[in-house]
């Protein structure tokens, strides 16, 4: 399947859109005015680019404790997202969730939350209404490879299989769990991929830094899943630059070997696929660095639209304990 | 508005007529079309309404819970039943960090309007595994209602307000209620979730009780009745939220407070009850508030043990008894005719 | 590997142990002195015997809410058992269990328990203490069909795997899960094998009214367990004569299709074995009936001992809340 | 004895020494041989004891309970950590249903000498689903030990009697404590589990506190001090069993309760304690006994929206001069300086 010009643009400005927010946090963490945890997902910006481009804005989306970029790919509002992780009361809910828990649900962004594995059936469940609903809808369901050990993912498969349910597995293999790598997890003779299979849910794997490959294959799932042939599974292998949790590089602090980190740093996603742009004349660098600076000032602008908004009144914390 | 029906007519009667009247109420959970269907609450529900609205399920409690999670947030009204506690407690990280708080957390913009029925109750050599009553575990949650209706009239307009509810409820049904009829009228109609039941008028001594507690309280009432004592029943009927007024109301009136739970009292719902009165009635007590419940340890299997297991209408005639300074002797702690005591009735014959 | 004569008499002698003992609750359930959930297995004890003949005594072997022939098989005490079912002071838990919770350390049996899929990491926590005291031990983990789609059956073949234990996973898939038949929990297009194949996990299938056939590949897996190469996983189709929890037939009620039950009790285990051991002159029919009858009369005593107990002081009631 | 030394190394020392003591006990979690080590009290073990003792796992918190039980049962001593008891929740059926009822339901046969740690905690964004306090949940449980250590001199002599002990104990350790220290003996020591301690005593008041809410009482009772009040404060330290002499005693002394405790009132351990005082010393009680918690929704994130979510020094105290009828004015409720409230102290810079 051949890209349009105008898709791999679109794909490379949300990979920029992604890395300079997540840059910007980066800047202005250790200010200490962003107070909740944040799982950045720098360096892994290519999966929720390319799997979100592949599917509408009427469809949905869920995550997990890492979901700046899927939120960002589905369409979620910056300043929002930028808002919530200052605390405030723009942010995308109004304060009360942080950075473990965005949503958009103009943008089909069903929300996110940090227990490992917990949202993969609340996103099945989703499929699951379109599907009798009979609406055309498809569910983008993003997880780690963290997520693979947990008992709820295997039953998701399970019912997602045996319903016919059109929902798309994302699975990010980013190598870790917080520091614990694969080999302390899972063991070498298992992959991903089959997991899947073995529940009888088509599976296949590509390069998580190749937004373009990503596109493709989640493309693909989609198209089944419209087409009323069930439920995918994609694992994508990526890297996370930075420490699981906050704006810091870990290996030099020796949670990771130098090397490893390095070599996934030379393949970084946004300039394998800016090359690839320039080098297959899809666009002039100008033009790239253009699109790039211009995410860069929107990110600058959220973090400002975010310090200036106001505080969430404390009296309004106990709104929203029943609907 | 004569008609007597069971309790697990009663809560079929209030699914058939949700299912009946919102295209987006479903019921699942294992067994539901099952010809015994969980107790007879079920029955005949999916030849109705198709298996697309009425359905069985894998055996896969967590991840189904957060599968009508994710259902009712994109806009159906899921119905959930486990056939034990037990089995839910494989669904305590949906339930309890995901139902209860992506109404909150996320300022209000999903609804989860979710009901997860759950079967507690006792007798059959159920044992340690198959006779659990956790509502305190659900009720201190915020974010959850937890209710446990009582009568057949309850059970049906208490489910279908639950059903209609845009919150998750978790709603606990005695394995020994199913049978007991009640009048429960024929159109759809509503008990409110939140509110208690004075099932009996009284001056003497309040006693608050949970679900089949209530029916030994009742009769518990009647005993103390002949012996010159005015008993006041009150069925709490909901957890959470919980109807403080009505339990004040009474003990202001009464002075006595004693709470029937059908578990243990450790860091139970009857704490929370005798907790709340001390606080907010202390001036109103003429004695120390007394729980009623099982002992600290798990329910045993031979009908040899759990016989004394759980206590009955007689306990809590000798509570009340003894909490007025009344003599306790001549209660009858033997079960009727005919029955044993791990039988709610003589036709009762297991296996579950 | 050809089974020795005395081996294959054992077999038979096993499943007609397993047999008669159901039957004779079958018989005595009705007088309502039996006070608690039975589930049977009459139809499936090839699985036990063949299973449980394959080990040794000092292994483990760890079972669910239908664990009688497992118990039996591993060499569980059949008074106690009886005694346990009636609720008595001499049953194996004192009558603190009943049915659900049957246990014999002496042979081995760790005990079992109805929670659907709960005794299944329990059986490979013992594994792995085995496996880290350095001991010459094996686990047999009996499950079901319905058991597979519960999460933690996935976390613990992963664990498994990972950590190379001396497993062995026994699934008796007989089609069921109360009376839910396959298609509504599981697809079609995935098979109980390949989920465990694709976690790495090696895996056989075979024909478990065949207690020959049971005894040889679970004889495999034990063996390559003791080798240290780690888990397998086997699945053994079968069928449950009787209805899931009771004395009685369901398929008169309507609960399952009659000539599906008919065709299944037509390929009894142990009319099978008999014909086989006869066929191939291990054994004259009058033996067999010997041994048949033997246990018979073995099963009578063990309800005449049942009913003969004491029951338990009520004082003891709260004996062994806490060690 | 002069050792000062914090509540993680604490911990980690009682790892260490009973590592060091018993083949048998082994240590496992999530990020256990983490650099970071669970707040640092895991840190250094795996170096030392090697990966067949001290070992990380899978994201499998249900299975890997499952695992301990069953090891524990065939002679090891495992020590489970989890990093947030949100987490744990995918476990409670292990917890409840096995861990709590293998030696009970099989007669005493089975001894499952596990010790799960949980972390509970507040601050700095941790919201919703990071900063539970869900004791109660686990305190109701037959079966189960449940402790709760203040102080590091605690943290390390009640973790080596919760690995010495033959029963399943569930330890809730509060984040805001790892940082704190105290006078720690060397060698290994015990410290009973069941067993209050009064960490100041008093006459005119008895504040019943949990975990963390000990620090905030005993800061409470010295401004109650300069007004002239005296109030004892009791660490209850174990849930279950319960240290009821040692409550009761000082209800008889003081003939005042309050109780503080690090989460929701409704159905929690609060209402135990209360419910417990009026049943057994009702007339001792001179007022209404009083709970101190956090309201009946889950924590926000914000910390404009937090910073009130959590009862602190000043409210208990309030709470004591309300309840004395003394007046209320002039407590001061605002940070130390250079600190802010959802930070235990100025160097504490999250994430997390
Ligand atoms: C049930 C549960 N267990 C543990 C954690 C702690 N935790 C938070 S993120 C994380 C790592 C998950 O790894 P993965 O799924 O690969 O996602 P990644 O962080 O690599 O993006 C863990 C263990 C949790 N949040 N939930
Ligand atoms: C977690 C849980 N969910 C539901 C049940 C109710 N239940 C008891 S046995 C059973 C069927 C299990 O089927 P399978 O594993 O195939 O075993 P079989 O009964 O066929 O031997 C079910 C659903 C349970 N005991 N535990
Ligand atoms: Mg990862
Ligand atoms: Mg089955």
């Known amino acids: 399947m051949a890209l349009s010009p105008e898709t791999r643009i679109q794909l490379f400005q949300m990979q920029a859109a992604i890395r300079t927010a997540e840059e910007a946090i980066v800047r202005h963490y250790h200010e200490q005015e962003m107070r909740c945890p944040v799982h950045l997902c720098i360096g892994q910006e290519a999966v929720s680019a390319g799997a979100c481009a592949a599917v509408l804005r009427s469809d949905y989306a869920i995550s997990h404790h890492r979901s700046h970029g899927h939120y960002l790919g589905k369409g979620g509002n910056l300043n929002a997202m930028m808002a919530e992780i200052y605390g405030k009361a723009t942010g995308c809910s109004g304060g009360k969730g942080g950075s473990m828990h965005l949503i958009d649900l103009d943008a089909g962004f069903l929300g996110a939350a940090p227990i490992v594995g917990s949202t993969i059936p609340i996103g099945l469940g989703a499929a699951f209404s379109a599907h009798l609903k009979k609406e055309d809808r498809v569910t983008l369901v993003f997880l780690g490879d963290g997520a693979m050990e947990s008992g709820v993912v295997h039953e998701s498969f399970n019912f997602a299989v045996l319903k016919k349910l059109p929902v798309v597995f994302v699975c990010e293999n980013n190598l870790y769990s917080v520091n614990s790598p694969m080999h302390v997890r899972q063991s070498h003779v298992r992959r991903l991929v089959d997991i899947a299979t073995g529940h009888g849910l088509p599976a296949a794997d590509g390069d998580g830094n190749d937004a373009e490959a990503v596109y493709r294959l989640t493309k693909d799932a989609t198209d089944r899943a419209r087409r009323g042939d069930g439920p995918s599974f994609l694992e994508f292998s990526t890297y996370r630059w930075r420490e699981h949790c906050g704006q810091n590089f870990d290996h030099p602090a020796g949670f990771r070997d130098e090397q490893e980190v390095v070599s996934w740093m030379e393949r970084d996603p946004i300039s394998i696929h800016r090359h690839a742009l320039i080098d297959e004349k899809i666009a002039h660098p100008d033009e790239l660095d253009r699109i790039y600076a211009a995410q860069e000032a929107l990110a600058a602008s959220a973090i400002e639209f975010a310090i200036n908004s106001p505080f969430p009144d404390p009296n309004t914390a106990a709104d929203h304990i029943y609907a | ?352």
Chains 1, 3 share one sequence.
């Not at chain 2, 009425?54 to 819970?65: G, Q």
């Not at chain 2, 209620?177 to 009284?202: Q, S, W």
């Not at chain 2, 009780?209 to 008993?231: D, F, K, P």
């Not at chain 2, 009505?246 to 009464?254: C, Q």
Request: proline share 7%.
């Open chain 2, 1 to 352: 508005m004569n008609r007597q029906i069971s309790y697990a007519e009663a809560l079929c009667e209030a699914q058939r007529q949700t299912l009946d009247a919102d295209d987006q109420v479903i019921v699942i959970g294992l067994g539901v079309p099952d010809p015994k269907g969980i107790f007879n609450s079920t029955s005949g529900l999916q030849e109705e309404f198709g298996p697309d609205r009425v359905m069985d399920m894998p055996l896969s409690e967590n991840a189904m819970t957060g599968v009508v999670i994710g259902a009712a947030m994109t806009g159906l009204r899921p119905v959930m039943t486990h056939q034990r506690v037990d089995f839910a407690m494989t669904a305590m990280e949906q339930i309890i960090n995901q139902a209860a708080k992506w109404h909150y957390m996320f300022n209000g913009q999903h609804k989860v309007p979710i009901v997860v029925r759950m079967v507690v109750g006792r007798g059959w050599g159920q044992g340690p595994q198959h006779s659990q009553s956790l509502q305190s575990l659900f009720a201190h949650i915020p974010g959850l209602k937890v209710i446990m209706p009582t009568s057949a009239h309850d059970a049906k307009g208490m489910l279908i307000s639950a059903i209609e509810d845009d919150n998750p409820v978790i709603s606990l049904e005695h394995r020994w209620l199913y049978g007991i009829k009640d009048f429960v009228p024929e159109e759809p109609f509503r008990v409110p979730l939140g509110k208690a039941r004075v099932m009996r008028e009284g001056t003497d001594v309040t006693i608050v009780s949970l679900s089949y507690m209530t029916l030994e309280a009742l009769s518990a009432a009647e005993t103390l009745e002949t012996r010159g004592v005015n008993a006041e029943v009150v069925d709490l009927r909901s957890l959470r939220p919980l109807d403080e007024q009505t339990i004040l109301d009474s003990i202001k009136k009464t002075g006595r407070l004693i709470v029937a739970d059908t578990t243990n009292k450790m860091y139970g719902a009857s704490a929370e009850i005798a907790a709340l009165a001390t606080e907010k009635a202390f001036s109103s007590l003429r004695g120390a508030p007394v729980r009623i419940g099982s002992p600290e340890h798990p329910a045993p299997t031979s009908p040899a043990l759990a016989d004394q297991y759980y206590p009955r209408a007689p306990h809590i005639a000798a509570a009340v008894l003894e909490m007025l300074e009344l003599p306790v002797d001549g209660l009858r702690f033997d079960p009727p005719e005919g029955r044993r005591l791990d039988q709610p009735n003589a036709s009762f014959t297991g296996p579950f």
